[in-house]
C-alpha cells in the first residue's frame, strides 16, 4: 500500500485537494522514514500550501537520503525573483522580446487550488501563457504570462539553473503563442546554452 502513497499525493495535488494530499503524504512518511521519495512528496505538498521552511526541511531529508536524485531548492525572496526575471526578459533573443511588448509577465507562488480544479493544468506546471496563438482567434483580454515561482525553484537546486529555467518557461510560452514546434524551442535553448556556457568560461 505505502508505495501507492506518491501517486495519491500527485493526484489529490492535480485536483487541488491539498488537504487529502497532505494527509496521504504525511502517511507515506510515517509509514517509510527512511524513503527519499516520501520525503519529496511531502515537500511538494507543503509548497503548494505554501509552508516553505517545512518543505524545505522535507526537500534536505530527501536529499540527505538519496542526493543523486533529490537537492534542496535555490529559493529567493519574491523581489528577488521578480528582479531575476526582469534580467531574463532583458536577454531574451529579439524575435521573442519583439512579442512580449504587449504580453504581461506576472509571478505566483504556485497554482491555485481554483486554477488545479478546473483540470487544464498540473500542480508542478512552472509557467502558462493565457491568450490566443497568433494563428489562432482573438482572445479578448490582455495577453500575459504567469510564472510560478515555487515550482520553479524546486526545480532549481541553484540560481544558474533558476535563472535557465525561468528563461525556457518564457520561451516557451511565447514560442507556443507564435505556434512554434517543440523542436523549434529545443534548438533555440540549446543554443543559449551554449551563449552560457561560453560567457562562464571566458
Not at 8 to 33: C, K, T
Not at 186 to 191: F, G, K, S, T, Y
Request: proline letters at 4%; hydrophobic letters at 40%.
Amino acid at each position: 500500500m505505502a508505495e501507492e502513497l506518491p501517486g495519491r499525493v500527485v493526484r489529490f495535488l492535480d485536483r487541488g485537494q491539498f488537504g487529502d494530499a497532505l494527509r496521504a503524504a504525511e502517511e507515506a512518511v510515517g509509514r517509510a522514514p527512511d524513503s527519499a521519495e516520501f520525503h519529496y512528496a511531502l515537500g511538494l505538498v507543503l509548497t503548494q500550501l505554501d509552508r516553505i521552511p517545512e518543505a524545505d526541511r522535507s526537500f534536505a531529508r530527501a536529499a540527505e537520503l538519496q542526493p543523486a536524485d533529490y537537492f534542496l531548492p535555490c529559493r529567493l525572496e519574491r523581489s528577488e525573483f521578480e528582479g531575476l526575471v526582469e534580467e531574463v526578459l532583458a536577454s531574451l533573443p529579439t524575435e521573442f522580446a519583439s512579442h512580449l511588448e504587449n504580453v504581461e509577465v506576472t509571478v505566483e507562488a504556485a497554482p491555485g487550488r481554483d486554477l488545479l480544479r478546473e483540470g487544464s493544468i498540473e500542480y508542478d506546471l512552472l509557467g502558462f501563457y493565457q491568450g490566443e496563438t497568433i494563428q489562432n482567434g482573438e482572445w479578448g483580454f490582455p495577453d500575459r504570462i504567469v510564472l510560478f515561482q515555487r515550482n520553479l525553484e524546486n526545480a532549481s537546486p541553484d540560481r544558474g539553473t533558476l535563472v535557465k529555467e525561468v528563461r525556457d518557461t518564457v520561451l516557451h510560452e511565447v514560442g507556443h503563442h507564435l505556434g512554434m514546434e517543440e523542436d523549434q524551442l529545443e534548438e533555440i535553448e540549446n543554443e543559449l546554452d551554449e551563449l552560457d556556457d561560453e560567457g562562464s568560461s571566458s
